[in-house]
């Protein structure tokens, strides 16, 4: 942590943060079973809903150890920001899934009928499971996918929590890059955010007009509860 002036403003000063993310926990001794995963999106998914989709999606397979075990398809979707989706028609999922061998198939619908129960039903020899999501918020689809699958090892996710104190109430500081969930109240500066726990550096920079500042933050693991914390007060 320091503050030091800023070179291209006589005006401002810059505090720069850098934090090391804790390290994800050991992996576990016991074998996990890593089933390969089949998500499809139907033809009945709008497209007014990919945007919300792409989100849920992305979030997921970020946080998969084993992202070679996941496979995206559809007959009417493309979405480029995502691995290569399969072109594969509806009344193609089935053996395209037992092709894979035992696995697992999470359907994106917005119409889940009988006959499509009663398929997921009768594919139960090779498929371990088989869901059907409707999709309608992002969160909602986001829980939904990564309780569906853990069997793929999610990565250990953190909060991050930092706090900037500044000494007076004119005194003004700004990210001087896009930092999600930055807010203020007063003199008091801070910002929520999720990370992996991935034990690497993380640098983050503001520009303020303070010549004086106390900074901390605080990691929350957010599987096992550990904390790590620290800060101090900065002075020019």
């Not at 399969?86 to 193609?92: P, R």
């Not at 992996?196 to 957010?222: I, P, Q």
Request: charged fraction near 25%.
């Amino acid at each position: 942590m320091k503050l030091t002036p800023d070179p291209a403003n006589p005006n401002f000063n810059v505090l720069e943060l850098k934090i090391k993310a804790p390290s994800a926990p050991e992996p576990a001794t016991i074998p996990v079973e890593k089933i390969p995963t089949l998500i499809y999106l139907d033809d009945t998914i709008e497209e007014d809903q990919l945007q919300m989709i792409t989100h849920a999606l992305t979030d997921t397979i970020n946080r998969i150890t084993w992202l070679e075990q996941i496979q995206l398809a559809s007959g009417k979707h493309r979405i480029p920001s995502l691995p290569e989706i399969l072109d594969i028609q509806k009344d193609e999922i089935f053996s395209r899934a037992e092709s894979m061998g035992n696995c697992q198939l999470i359907l994106l619908t917005n119409n889940e009928t009988k006959a499509l129960r009663r398929q997921m039903a009768q594919a139960s020899e090779f498929l371990t499971k088989a869901h059907a999501l409707r999709p309608t918020t992002t969160i909602e689809l986001i829980d939904n996918l990564n309780d569906h699958i853990k069997h793929l090892k999610q990565k250990t996710l953190v909060n991050l929590k930092i706090e900037i104190e500044l000494e007076y109430a004119a005194d003004t500081l700004e990210p001087l890059h896009y930092l999600a969930n930055f807010n203020s109240d007063g003199t008091r500066y801070f910002a929520n955010l999720i990370d992996l726990a991935s034990g690497e550096e993380k640098a983050y920079a503001f520009k303020t007009s303070a010549v004086s500042c106390s900074a901390t933050y605080t990691f929350e693991d957010l599987l096992l509860g550990r904390k790590a914390q620290g800060g101090q007060r900065l002075t020019l």
